[in-house]
């Protein structure tokens, strides 16, 4: 079957350090990839994604590449800002047809302090 | 962009009696709607696809008669918890898929959530 697994939180860091959220995935075919982030109060917003293998989607200056051979599909940033505190969760398509749901991991929870 | 709206976006409720929540879609037509659950600490649980002019799909363990869902129109899909229990406290978020969005990938736009809380 589908499934995302990503690590566990919380994830603590001090502004400007470097971040990196593993998330790994199981499907069969070729899904599609995504991070979303969820800001405290609010809803889910897609981050960036990534519909093939060594594609890379980046959005303010997190990064994720999709990689087939080893599953993963791991966010970075370089420097995060204290503004980058929510919950980041990684998902799975396995088909880009409408009427197709996402797969989620269980989140992390990313805090940055100042 | 797409916009999709939730309301209530809390609603507080004693035990029994039943809730209405609302998803609409602003700017776009959603044949599907997904509405998914959100326990604390946990990862989005998905409970049911939502069609336009048909029953609902619900994913396995998902009480249909206690879930509702009703999707009456292109732009509105609603979820009734019915006679409502303190273990059904949770965050709702329902998403879509606009028709128009970026092609080649299957991106959905959530809306911002329903927290019910049963008494």
């Known amino acids: 079957g589908n499934s995302v697994t990503q690590m566990e939180g919380p994830v603590t860091l001090s502004e400007e350090a470097f971040l990196t959220i593993n998330c790994t995935y199981t499907?069969?075919?070729?899904?599609?990839l995504f991070w979303y982030v969820q800001y405290p109060g609010e809803g889910l917003q897609l981050l960036l994604k990534?519909?093939?293998?060594?594609d890379k989607g980046s959005n303010k200056g997190f990064e994720a590449t999709y990689r087939k051979e080893t599953t993963s599909f791991h966010l970075e940033k370089g420097s995060v800002q204290v503004s980058d505190s929510a919950v980041y969760f990684c998902?799975?398509?396995?088909?880009?047809?409408?009427?197709?749901?996402?797969?989620f991991g269980k989140g992390t929870t990313l805090s940055v302090s100042s | 962009g797409a916009v999709v709206s939730q309301h209530p976006s809390r609603v507080i409720c004693k035990s029994g009696t039943s809730v209405k929540i609302e998803c609409r879609s602003l700017?776009?037509?959603?044949?599907?709607m997904f509405w998914y659950r959100q326990f604390p600490k946990k990862s989005l649980m998905l409970m049911a696809t939502?069609?336009?002019?048909?029953?609902?799909?619900?994913e396995q363990g998902v009480e249909k008669d206690k879930f509702l869902i009703n999707h009456a129109s292109l732009t509105l899909s609603t979820l009734t918890v019915t006679s409502a229990h303190p273990e059904d406290s949770s965050f709702y978020i329902c998403?879509?898929?606009?028709?128009?969005?970026?092609?080649?990938?299957?991106?959905?736009?959530f809306g911002a959530g329903s927290r019910l809380t049963v008494l």
């Open positions: 998403s879509a898929r606009a028709v128009h969005g970026p092609p080649g990938a299957n991106v959905l736009t």
């Open positions: 700017d776009f037509q959603a044949t599907t």
């Open positions: 939502s069609n336009e002019g048909s029953k609902a799909t619900y």
């Open positions: 990534a519909t093939k293998a060594d």
């Open positions: 998902a799975l398509s396995p088909s880009n047809q409408a009427g197709t749901a996402l797969i």
């Open positions: 499907a069969t075919g070729y899904p599609s």
